[in-house]
């Protein structure tokens, strides 16, 4: 027997609506528990020794599951898209209970996109208030002023308010490119563009190495991983929320990668496991070494308000 969980985080959780519209589903009378319709929002049930039924519909508890996707560029991060462009679904496992991703990459970025089924943990880690790190590689073209890194690293003024304060290194310089490192704890849409395009920078490349402290050192773009348990209690903790034991779909250790799913051939997903990425580097013409081998250039201090 399960500990009983409230019954719209029950529908949520096995894919019948998000948890604001299954408190709809709940009010209006669309659900049963055992039998008997349920409007309190309170109500608990065991996920696995309860019947619960909308309109009818028996649902039935999935075991929750959790993997790392390496998004590659070109892939849209939705389930499904009326343009029929290639999806991060196209790239998930066949079988299994449905995942969605936490949080977004844009069409043209790549890197690190969590993807589970336990909506407690996706919201709790995409609120603003849990302030989890996002660590991207963006190379931009030309060279980047001290100025530009002390603007970067202290806020940028942007439409809907300046960012928040980054850490931001330079990785590598070229006469016609350079490598920035940059961390955020904020998940606005398309931040890190906006920061370089308020800037006058123009951004070549994207790449969200790390997110929640996961990397994709080891995966191929297209390629994933499930998390191994201790990944799942250590995103807990980050997010506030108790442990749980989990049997997570194909428990294997960081840096076994796996081969994609739905949209294995079709071009983004391809890639396995003997093509892997060298660690600490993204798949394709990344930064190196810092600069002239020594120390990475750090954004300045903002100075102080007086």
Not at 122 to 150: D, N, W
């Amino acid at each position: 027997m399960s500990d009983p969980i409230r019954l719209q985080r029950f529908l949520s959780q096995a894919g019948v609506a998000s948890r604001r519209r299954a408190e709809t589903l709940i009010a209006d009378g669309h659900v049963r528990v055992n039998g008997q319709v349920v409007t309190a929002q309170g109500t608990k049930v065991d996920p696995y020794k309860d019947r619960v039924e909308v309109n009818g519909k028996r649902v039935r508890a999935e075991d929750l599951s959790y993997l790392l996707l390496n998004k590659p560029k070109g892939v849209v991060t939705t389930l499904d898209d009326p343009e029929g462009r290639t999806t991060i679904l196209d790239l998930l496992p066949r079988d299994g209970p449905r995942l969605f991703p936490v949080g977004r990459l844009d069409f043209y970025s790549e890197g690190a996109l969590l993807c589970t089924n336990d909506g407690d943990l996706a919201h709790a880690l995409t609120h603003p208030s849990r302030h989890i790190a996002k660590r991207y590689l963006v190379r931009v073209r030309g060279a980047v002023s001290e100025e530009m890194l002390a603007a970067l690293g202290g806020g940028v003024p942007l439409e809907d308010g300046p960012s928040s304060k980054a850490l931001v290194l330079v990785r590598a310089e070229t006469p016609g490119h350079t490598w920035l490192d940059i961390t955020v704890h904020e998940g606005r849409n398309r931040l890190i563009r906006r920061m370089c395009e308020a800037l006058e920078l123009t951004v070549m490349r994207l790449l969200r190495s790390e997110f929640a402290g996961l990397k994709v050192d080891d995966l191929r773009p297209g390629n994933f991983r499930m998390l191994t348990a201790k990944e799942i209690g250590k995103l807990r903790t980050l997010a506030g929320l108790e442990h749980i034991t989990v049997r997570n779909r194909g428990d294997r250790a960081p840096g076994a990668g796996q081969s994609t799913g739905r949209g294995a051939g079709r071009g983004a997903g391809r890639g396995q496991d003997k093509n892997k990425a060298r660690p600490g580097t993204p798949a394709r013409g990344g930064p190196g070494k810092p600069r002239d081998g020594g120390a990475p250039r750090k954004s300045p201090r903002p100075p102080k308000k007086k």
